[in-house]
């Protein structure tokens, strides 16, 4: 289905922006009545829902985002949605081959390790609403199929590669605190606006500020994400893998104001030390790569 969705001369592009971490923003990328043809329940919201199987996430009252929202049964999602309201549904690929196949085409198109997180979400809103100001850990594919929503995009001065998402106006996590500044309260000056309209594309990297607004009609977005994973991902899954062979290993980290158990881990240390002298990327990569 990629094939109906990214025109064969913006493939280069594409890569191009994927590559060099940069927005690419594509007006008439694809033809919205092929994409509905192929997946008939994006015609309407209604439709959506009347396809759709299990919980709906629902953005709260306050900041409109994914970290502000619930999940709801979809019966109560809907009563949410007709009431003006915002709606994500997860994971679309696990109802739908279409999707999931799509999603491996991507992964190929971009050459990814099979350890990416790779997922397709449906965005619902109403007239007026959005997403408030934030930034992803992931890169993200967005087809905005009906309605017209405004996008605003910034670079990020305030954290390069960040390996999770952050909204303003909530707390970093421990581990972003660790290696950014102190995040804006208001959205930087500096942005690029897009205005997406049935048929558009929009190729969003990690990392770039943005926020939303659906200034026309009922707004439904066809996204695909892709969560890829860190160096430092690929070389802790490597280890894990395959330090859990070792029962040493697998022992509770327990009773560590005593002496002999701290000496237990210094020798388990010790070995490892031996074995990283024989570390290289492709042994890395042979095991990461061959997990699934």
Do not use: C
């Not at 971009?110 to 934030?134: K, N």
């Not at 421990?174 to 309260?185: A, G, I």
């Amino acid at each position: 289905m990629l094939e109906t969705l990214i025109q064969e001369n913006k493939l280069e592009s594409v890569l191009e922006s994927f590559t060099q971490q940069k927005e690419l923003y594509v007006e008439e990328m694809f033809k919205t009545d092929e994409l509905i043809e192929s997946l008939p329940y994006l015609s309407s919201v209604d439709d959506i829902f009347k396809w759709w199987q299990g919980s709906v996430d629902v953005y709260n009252s306050g900041i409109a985002d994914e970290v502000n929202s619930s999940s709801l049964i979809k019966e109560k999602a809907k009563e949410s949605y007709d009431n003006k309201g915002t709606v994500l549904f997860n994971d679309a690929n696990q109802l739908d081959q279409k999707l999931e196949q799509t999603l491996g085409q991507i992964i190929g198109l971009f050459r990814l390790s099979s350890l990416t997180y790779a997922r397709s979400l449906i965005y619902a809103s109403s007239e007026g609403l959005g997403t408030d100001s934030h930034f992803d850990q992931n890169v993200n594919l967005i087809f905005q199929v009906s309605g017209q929503k405004k996008w605003w995009v910034a670079k990020n001065d305030h954290v390069e590669n960040p390996l999770t998402r952050f909204t303003m106006g909530t707390q970093r996590d421990d581990e972003l605190k660790t290696y950014s500044q102190n995040f804006p309260t208001e959205f930087p000056n500096e942005a690029n606006e897009y205005l997406l309209k049935p048929g558009d594309f929009l190729l969003l990297p990690r990392g770039a500020w943005h926020k939303t607004k659906v200034l026309e009609g009922e707004s439904i977005a066809l996204n695909f994400t892709l969560t890829i994973p860190s160096w430092v991902d690929l070389l802790t899954s490597a280890f894990r893998s395959q330090l859990v062979k070792d029962k040493r290993w697998r022992d509770f980290a327990s009773e560590l104001d005593r002496p002999e158990k701290i000496m237990e881990f210094e020798e388990l240390l010790a070995e490892l030390k031996v074995d990283l002298i024989d570390l290289n990327a492709g042994t890395i990569l042979n095991t990461t790569e061959n997990q699934h």
